[in-house]
C-alpha cells in the first residue's frame, strides 16, 4: 500500500514530490516523519533486514578473524609453562631427546632445519617441473593434448596425501635407495620429491591461466618482429606472467610446507642437524604427529611440542607475508 | 608524385581461407618500393586479412590456408620451407591497438636487436636512440628511458610501437589502422612520420579513414568482399575512380 502513490506518480511520468526523496536514511527526525505516508514503513522494514543481512555478514568475517585469536591464544596458554621451568633457551638446543630415563632435551632447531630442507628441496624440484608444465599446456600443447593433460594434473591434485605416502613407502624409497646406493631410502629427498607431486597441481593450474591470460598482442608484437614461438614464449610471455607464477608458486608451496602425513611416512624421522637430502630428518609436523598422541597432558615434552607449532605458526605466517609482499611489487612493475 | 618505382611485393592470384571459408579471391597486386601503399574498404572486406599474408601473421591462427604467390624482393614467402621468422624480420608490422611490452621504453626497442644477437650495450644503446628518433619518440622520452612503457600515452605507446618494429631493420612496413585508436593530434603525428618514413621503408597501410589514406599514401587498393575492385595512384582514386563502387564507397554512400 506505502508504494501506491509513487508507483503512480511514476505512471504519470512526473517529478517524485519532495517527501518521496526524504527516506529515513537521511537521517534526522523531519525527513523521517515526511517520508512515512508514502514509503517510511515500507523502507523501514528493508533498513532492519539489510541491518540484519550486514550483521550476519560481519560475523562471518569475523568468526574468522576470532579463530585466529584463539588459536594463537590457545597455543600460548599450553605453551607458557615451558618458560619458566626449563627455560626457552632450551629450545634453541641441537637435539631432540623428548624421551629419556636421563636427561630429556628439547631443541628444535633439528625439526627447524628439518623442515627448511625438505620444503626448499621439494621447492627446488617443484617450481621447475610446474612451471615448465603449465608453459607446455598454455603454450605449446595441442588441443587434444591439453583436454588430455588438465584431468590428469587434477587428478594428482586429488589423491590424498596418505595414499600418496604409501606410494612413496614402497615405490619411491626404494627408487631413492638404489639410485643414490644409500643405506636407507628414507630421507629428505623422498619427502621433497612427494611434496613436489602435491604442489604441483597447484602450480601448473594457476601458472597456466596466468600465462593464458596474458594478451595475445604481446604474443602477435614479438612475432611479427621475427621472434619464433619458443623465443616469445620466453621472452614475453613469460615475464609478462610473472606476478601469476609467483603466486601459483607460493600457493603450491603453502600447500607443502603445512603437509604432514607423507612427510611423516617417507622422510626417516630422525631429528638430525643435517643439510643434506640423502640424510633422514624430522619436520616440525611429522614430530607433532607424530608425538601428539603419546604425550602426558600437560607434561614438559607437551608444552615443547606447542612450542614447535607455535614455531611453525610463525614461519608460515612469515613466508604468507613475504608472498604477499613479493605479489605486490610484482603487480605494481 | 607516383613515380614508377619497381615493385618491392609482387601478389598474383592469392586465395586465402579461413577453414572453409575464403576471405581472399585472386588478390594480384603490386605494392611498390619506398611508396605507400593504402588499403582502403568495408569491415570485414580482407584487407586485413590481406595484410597479414604479407609478413605470414596469419600463420598463427589455427586452420588457416593460403594459397598462390606472394613474392617479397622476388622470394615466395609461401615456398616450402621458408624461414618465416626471418621474413617476419624484413617485413615489419604495427598493430591497430599500440601493444607495447609490459617492460622500459628502452628494453621494448632494444628486444629485436637482442632476440638477433645484439649484447653489446652502446650498440644497443645506438639502435635504440636511432630508431626512437626515426619513430619521432626521442625528444619525449630520452630522459626517461628505464621507465615502463606503459605509462607513455596512447599516441606514444604507439610511435614506440613503430620504433620498435624498425629497430631490427625491416624493408617494408605493414600498418593496420595504425592511427585509429589514437586522438586526432597523435592521429597528425603518426601521418607525419608515415610520410618521413617512405624515403627508406615500402610501407603498406589499412586505413578505415578515406581522408588519412588520400593523404598519406601514393597508392589506393579498393577491397569489397575479399576481391581488389580497384587499384591505381591515390590521387587518381579519389578523384576519377574508375569503378562504381569504388566511388560509392570514397563518397560514402556505403561502407
Redesign the interface.
Known sequence: MGLEPDAKVEEAGGEHPPALRATPFEGGLVGALRAIPFAGGYFRIAGASERGARLFFAACASTSMLIVLLIFLFLFKEAVPFVSKPGLSDLAGTRWVPVSFQHELFGILPLVLGSLLVTLLASVLAIPFGVGAAIYIAELARPAEREFLKPCIEMLAAIPSVVLGFFGLVVLAPLVKAVFHLSTGLTALSGAILLALMAAPTIISIAEDAIRSVPRSYREASLAMGATHMQTVWKVTTPAALSGIVAAVMLGMGRVVGETMAVLMVTGNAAMMTLSPFDSVRTMTATIAAEMGEVTFGSTHYQALFWVGITLLFATFILNMVAQRVLRKYQRS | MVTNTHADVQVSDLNFFYGAVQALHGITIDIPEKQVTALIGPSGCGKSTFLRTL?R?ND?IVGTRAEGRVLVRGANIYAPGTDV??????V??V?Q?S?????SIFDNVA??PR??GVRGRNELTEIVEKSLVRAGLWAEVKDRLPA?AMALSGGQQQRL?IA??LA?GPEILLMDEPASALDPRSTAHIEDLIGELRENYTIVIVTHNMQQAARVSDITAFFYEGHIIETGPTQTMFTTPTQKQTEDYITGRFG
Open positions: 609478413n601473421m598463427i621468422a626471418a621474413l617476419r624480420r624484413r615489419g608490422m598493430f591497438k601493444n607495447p611490452f609490459p617492460k628486444y629485436g632476440l638477433f615502463s610501437c620498435r618494429a631490427v
